[in-house]
């Protein structure tokens, strides 16, 4: 089963409140071509592509989520992703394509976060940390997570192991990337940056997250250079939808932007980096999520 996060239900909620955010739109820049197929994402084949930082995120209950490694044993995600009383494990992809699985060892959710919420309700930060077995070796290439700022208009890429559309489940599990822009923030429950197809403006669908995005990275850069500007939280589907088939996916991207939380996320990963390696504990115990630092 794949995380509930991406709901079709906050499709009308968002339209709602997008007013600024639109009028915002309305001024950015269209790309000349089409977005490449996350939702309408380009699988990536790279080996020295995003295969090497972006990793997938699954639980003994059947979810699956994405993450971005930040050091060589730790990975930045969603706190939705890891609220619930279950195993962790995190695949990543090596040279040659080959899946290695990790099991996790601790998990830290931001302290204003409200487990039990939906995302979009969520009052507080959705971004949490995850403590691997044993660290990852150099075919793999952490992230820095201090970007800077989302401002409106800038150009980004959304990187997941997501479906490709709500009704096939069976393409989750392969790494995708597309391009999007920025179009301002939204204040829901709290405050998100949304991210858009860069040519469509959420209009009509496109390019962005779908289920099994969540927790997945939001980039600044390139080959080489990638950084991390946000953390995928929820999305909405598109203004213009056929009624019968209504998606919460490939219109609006709601993203938590790293640069708001940096010493939040340094200070948790260096307790993190402290804790010492060593075998998963058991998928039935309750007490898994790390203690210092939360509140």
């Known amino acids: 089963m794949l995380p509930t996060a991406l709901r079709t239900h906050a499709q009308p909620r968002l339209i709602r409140r997008t007013g600024a955010a639109l009028a915002l739109a309305a001024s950015c820049a269209l790309a000349p071509a089409p977005a490449s197929a996350v939702i309408n994402g380009e699988v990536s084949r790279d080996p020295d592509g995003l295969r090497a930082s972006v990793v997938r995120i699954e639980s003994t209950q059947g979810e699956i989520c994405s993450g971005t490694l930040i050091a060589r044993d730790i990975v930045l995600t969603a706190a939705h992703c890891v609220m619930h009383q ?90 995708r990337q597309a391009h999007l822009v920025s179009i301002g923030s939204l204040q829901v429950a709290n405050r998100v940056t949304v991210v858009t197809d860069r040519r469509r403006l959420a209009e009509t669908a496109g390019a962005g997250a779908c289920l099994g995005d969540s927790g997945g990275p939001i980039l600044r850069g390139g080959r080489g250079g990638y950084q991390v500007v946000g953390v995928v939280s929820w999305s909405s589907g598109a203004m213009r939808q056929d009624k019968k088939a209504r998606t919460a996916c490939g219109g609006f991207t709601a993203v938590t932007p790293t640069s708001e939380h940096t010493g939040w996320i340094n200070q948790r990963a260096a307790e993190l980096a402290r804790m010492p390696s060593g075998a998963s504990i058991g998928a039935t115990r309750s007490d898994w999520m790390a203690k210092p630092g939360r509140r």
Do not use: C, W
């Not at 830290?108 to 403590?131: N, R, Y």
């Open 86 to 175: 279950a195993g962790y494990s995190v695949v990543a992809v090596d040279r040659a394509f080959r899946q290695r699985r990790i099991n996790a060892i601790a998990a830290s959710m931001h302290p204003d976060f409200v487990p039990g919420t939906t995302p979009e309700d969520q009052p507080g930060i959705d971004l949490a940390l995850i403590k691997l077995a044993e660290p990852l070796g150099g075919d793999f290439q952490p992230l820095d997570p201090r970007g800077g700022a989302i401002n409106t208009g800038d150009a980004v890429d959304i990187a997941g192991f997501g479906v490709v559309a709500e009704n096939r489940r069976n393409t989750a599990r392969t790494l």
